[in-house]
């Protein structure tokens, strides 16, 4: 559970924050970002824990990994199947089928974007999955992000030019 992480003494948001996860591969996030105010995102973890109108970070993997925008969860995850305006972006069919998925509006696509070597500069980012810590650990599509790395990023994003 999420709030297992909390001290006694710390408080549990009312909102809480993830990052969700894109393999450049699998699904054309860039290109999405570019030309769809609304996403729908595979959930494959901390589904029960999610809630609408929590934060939502995305994050491109690989070699160009860097955190790409900031929505906010606009339903709650349920099996569906893709909507078909987002059918261009899918780049694996495990896309295509019916799966929990979670409905998200993009509020700011992050320019420029937050590169993971920027994000590793910062030590509460550094062992955040996807972010930073073992190769291993960044392997899935949903990230639970704690509120002191969750303040971060909001100010690291906010220091961004907005489009």
């Known amino acids: 559970m999420i709030a297992a992480a909390f001290r006694e003494n710390d408080a549990v948001p009312t909102n809480w924050t993830w990052i ?4 450049p591969g699998e699904w054309d ?10 996403a729908q995102w595979k959930v494959a973890t901390f589904a029960a824990e ?3 109108g929590d934060t939502v970070y995305l994050w491109e993997s690989g070699p160009k ?12 995850p ?3 199947p893709l909507r078909p305006e987002l059918r261009a ?20 696509v992050i320019e420029p974007e937050l590169t993971r070597q920027e994000l590793l500069e910062h030590p509460a980012l550094a062992a955040l999955a996807p972010i930073g810590g073992p190769t291993a650990a960044r392997q899935g599509t949903n990230f639970s992000v704690p509120p002191q790395a969750a303040e971060l990023l ?10």
């Open 20 to 23: 969700f996860q894109a393999k």
């Open 29 to 38: 996030l860039r290109s999405q970002l570019a030309e769809q105010p609304r």
């Open 50 to 52: 999610m809630k609408i």
């Open 65 to 76: 990994a860097a955190l790409l925008a900031r929505c906010r969860l606009t339903s709650k």
């Open 78 to 80: 349920v099996v569906q």
């Open 89 to 108: 972006y899918v780049r694996h069919p495990k896309y295509l089928g019916e799966i929990r998925r979670a409905g998200l509006l993009v509020e700011l």
């Open 154 to 163: 909001d100010a690291l994003v906010g220091s961004r030019r907005r489009r």
